[in-house]
């Protein structure tokens, strides 16, 4: 059984919040309701403004420090000009 809910958002990040819901091929009120429904299972609602890392980024860091250990990196170098030459050799 469905229920209506009317909620007051600011309209901002309803814009933005559908936009990531889009990304997601998921609808708002596929986010809504599955955010009440965890909340309503567990108790917990849990907020974050830290960005997480993903797992094929955690991947990439992983391959560039043993890359940057081994010695197989190129640079520091001291000018763009100095970069440029070398991506360009």
């Not at 997601?24 to 849990?46: D, K, M, P």
């Not at 940057?68 to 000009?81: E, R, V, W």
């Amino acid at each position: 059984m469905k229920t209506q809910v009317n909620l007051k958002i600011d309209s901002r990040v309803k814009e933005q919040a559908q936009k990531r819901a889009e990304e997601l091929g998921l609808s708002l009120s596929s986010i809504v309701n599955a955010t009440l429904s965890q909340f309503a299972r567990t108790g917990e609602l849990e907020l974050s403004v830290a960005p997480r890392i993903t797992a094929s980024l955690e991947e990439l860091v992983v391959e560039a420090r043993k890359e940057y250990l081994s010695g197989k990196t190129s640079g520091p170098f001291d000018t763009a000009d100095e970069l440029m030459k070398h991506l360009a050799s």
